[in-house]
């Protein structure tokens, strides 16, 4: 699966969380998702299971403390599937 | 055993220096404790005049609870007020209970944004078992606070911990919150045991900041076996969730009994 396609799909997953909709039309891979798009934090636990469902994969306590940016997100999941 | 300090005496990693800081914090905390406790305690009994209704039970629980084995004990409540760790402390354990087994009295884990502002709220903080935690910071910032109260866990210290993450906004139990960390904790802890902690003051109607004087609690407790058939994120997920929905069920006891 391309990165790009990667990135596709989880913007779209964060989209339902993101509190500034209007930073999305902006975001690239260095975007942070707390502090630009201000998702809730105790939401992207359910962002990262959102993740795991969609691409069927597995994500381990640890991994989320990586994860950071969409890119990290991009990152993680391509080491996945 | 290794010390973790290089020759210049100096801790080998971040980690192990934070270790370090943390095991002096310890001693330090238990070497005072003799001055501390008796003073905490008369300000909540007679400067506050509070009164807990259920101590004796929740005492008698608790201390089953830590002597029956080693085992790590995470302490989870649910959260109204800044003080409500003042409170669980002294409904878990009395005076001498605590300068006879130190490692009973609960760690604290509080908002550090609400004791920083001042050197002696820092103080206090420093020597009442806390680790101040940033809410919503970074996740490896998390992971750090995560890795210090594992490893007070492993040491035998109680872990006092809220699972909603912070003070409940409607001011009941909220089952949608359940913060992951606490079943991650739970899980990477081998034997961690959970010990749900429900208290309420008869006139907290909300959240709030302190619980007014001459305040009455309700308190009860009830031991837990989160179990899940998941791993990884998803696992911790449900286990947070267990004991949410078990403060939950909690609550409902309490109003149900207050009719």
């Known amino acids: 699966m391309e990165a790009s396609e990667i990135q596709e799909q989880v913007v779209k997953i964060l989209t339902p969380y993101v509190k500034d909709q209007q930073a999305l039309a902006k975001v690239s891979l260095e975007t942070n998702i707390l502090e630009d798009l201000k998702v809730n934090s105790a939401r992207l636990v359910d962002v990262v299971l959102a993740f795991e469902d969609a691409f069927d994969i597995e994500i381990a306590d640890d991994d989320v403390d990586e994860v950071n940016t969409v890119g990290d997100c991009v990152r993680l999941i391509s080491e996945k599937v | ?259």
């Not at chain 2, 506050?48 to 101590?55: K, N, Q, S, T, Y």
């Not at chain 2, 920083?116 to 606070?145: H, I, M, Q």
């Not at chain 2, 010990?195 to 959240?207: A, D, I, K, M, P």
């Open chain 2, 1 to 259: 055993m290794a010390s973790g300090l290089d020759a210049g005496g100096r801790a080998a990693s971040p980690q192990l220096a934070e270790h370090e800081a943390l095991l002096r914090q310890l001693r330090i905390s238990r070497a005072l404790a003799p001055l501390w406790i008796p003073l905490f305690t008369a300000v909540m009994a007679w400067g506050m005049r509070w009164r807990i209704v259920g101590a004796a039970e929740l005492r008698q629980q608790y201390a089953r609870l830590r002597s029956e084995s080693d085992a790590p004990v995470l302490v989870c409540a649910n959260h109204l007020t800044m003080f409500d760790s003042f409170a669980i402390g002294w409904a878990l354990g009395g005076m001498g209970t605590y300068l006879r087994h130190f490692a009973w009295l609960p760690w604290n884990t509080p908002e550090e944004v609400n004791f920083a502002s001042t050197w002696w709220k820092r103080a206090l903080v420093y020597l009442l078992k806390c680790v101040p935690v940033k809410r919503g910071d970074d996740r490896a910032e998390v992971a750090r606070v995560l890795d210090k109260v594992a490893l007070l866990l492993g040491l035998g210290e109680s872990v006092l911990i809220f699972p909603e993450g912070g003070r409940s906004r409607s001011g009941r139990v909220d089952e949608e919150a359940a913060a992951y960390g606490v079943g991650r904790l739970v899980n990477h802890v081998p034997g961690c045991r959970v010990f749900c902690v429900y208290l309420r003051g008869r006139r907290q109607e909300t959240w709030g900041g302190s619980p007014r004087r001459g305040e009455i609690f309700d308190v009860r407790g009830s031991t837990l076996e989160p179990k899940t058939d998941h791993k990884g994120l998803r696992g911790s997920v449900e286990v947070s969730r267990q004991i949410v929905r078990r403060l939950a069920d909690m609550e409902r006891s309490h109003f149900d009994d207050r009719q």
